[in-house]
């Protein structure tokens, strides 16, 4: 299922500027799209907007070309899995009926409901017979957000919203739950926005990544098109830190020649192959025990050729901090 936000803005009663203005967003269907940006700059408001926990002040949000407005709030609800930081399981209930809940409400079958969570729990990796019947305080927080996952999954609804849904867990086991989720969006097809402001996990998970800054979407593209050609300042300035270390593996070593000039073959010149990461290049450069000309090629044609000191160079201009952020437009 895909969305698409038009012109979306939103200003909240009695605040005299808008959080959100002039968003304007498309995500196709099966796409995994992370919405990035500074604390406060609108990220939770576009979020939830979507699934109509917020209405927008102005512009419309389409989902499959059809206008949610038109659409009843539970019944879109039903369609869109939503994940929050918080996980937000009902302390009270059982892990097995927090994930059913909806279900139950639903008036399902009770036995499709247990089936059903038992396979969702399976499928975020929790062992139902150990964990189905135990309270949300009796499992750490890194397994409560798989039960909250496996909760937003229940419906099977084609959309998933997720607001920061790893901030409150460690780095290995974040490390490890956003590798699962990711895994699992592929398999499963679903059209996932994922809000975050940990930019390496933009890079990891989005297929796409959004930048936002105040209220204003400013770009959105492959992390590649990010790093390569970043279209504002601000986003350049944001990706700083993660991105010269991102470069070498994002940029390849065809992209090198975009900025040396061609040079002269020469007899003794190592064979690079283009597509290669920027770092893998490097370690291949650096084991090569001559300092001479490197052929670029890629499926066994040379696209062109760099000594090895502009090869350096160019390595060095994106993991520099005091260099400029080279643009690289193609
Ligand atoms: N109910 C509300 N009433 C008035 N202002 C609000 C309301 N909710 C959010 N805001 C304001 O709107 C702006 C955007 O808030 P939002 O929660 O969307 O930011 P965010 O990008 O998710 O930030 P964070 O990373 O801190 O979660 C903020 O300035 C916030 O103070
Ligand atoms: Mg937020």
């Not at 039903?78 to 994940?83: C, T, W």
């Amino acid at each position: 299922m895909s969305i698409e936000l038009k012109s979306v803005s939103k200003q909240y009663p009695g605040v005299d500027h808008f959080s959100v203005r002039d968003v304007n967003l498309t995500v196709a269907t099966g796409e995994f799209i992370a919405l990035i940006g500074g604390s406060g700059c609108g990220k939770s408001t576009t979020l939830r907007m979507i699934n109509r926990l917020i209405e927008p002040t102005s512009g419309d949000i389409l989902m499959d070309g059809e206008s949610v407005k038109g659409v009843d709030p539970v019944e879109l609800r039903r369609k869109i899995g939503y994940v929050i930081q918080s996980v937000g399981l009902m302390p009270h209930l059982t892990i097995g009926e927090n994930i059913g809940f909806v279900a139950k409400l639903m008036k399902q079958p009770k036995q499709q409901i247990e089936s059903r969570v038992e396979e969702l729990l399976d499928t975020v990796g929790l062992e139902p017979a150990l964990y189905r019947d135990r309270f949300p305080r009796q499992l750490s927080g890194g397994q409560q957000q798989r039960a909250g996952v496996a909760r937003s999954l229940m419906l099977d609804p084609p959309v998933i919203l997720m607001d920061e849904p790893f901030g409150a867990i460690d780095a290995l086991l974040r490390k490890q739950l956003q590798l699962e989720v990711r895994e699992l969006q592929k398999r499963l097809q679903k059209t996932v926005v994922i809000v975050t402001h940990d930019i390496s996990e933009a890079f990891l998970l989005g297929d796409r990544v959004a930048v936002m800054d105040r209220g204003e979407l400013l770009q959105v593209g492959t992390p590649h098109e990010l790093i390569n050609a970043p279209a504002h300042k601000v986003v350049a300035d944001f990706l700083d830190d993660e991105v010269r270390l991102r470069r070498l593996d994002l940029l390849t070593v065809a992209d090198a020649l975009d900025l040396a000039p061609t040079t002269d073959p020469a007899d003794d010149e190592m064979r690079l192959d283009g597509s290669l990461s920027l770092r893998k290049g490097l370690v291949k450069v650096a084991a090569n025990s001559t300092d001479s000309t490197i052929a670029i090629e890629e499926g066994g044609r040379v696209l062109g050729r760099i000594t090895t000191r502009e090869f350096l160079r160019y390595v060095a201009q994106n993991t520099n901090k005091n260099t400029e952020v080279v643009n690289v437009v193609r």
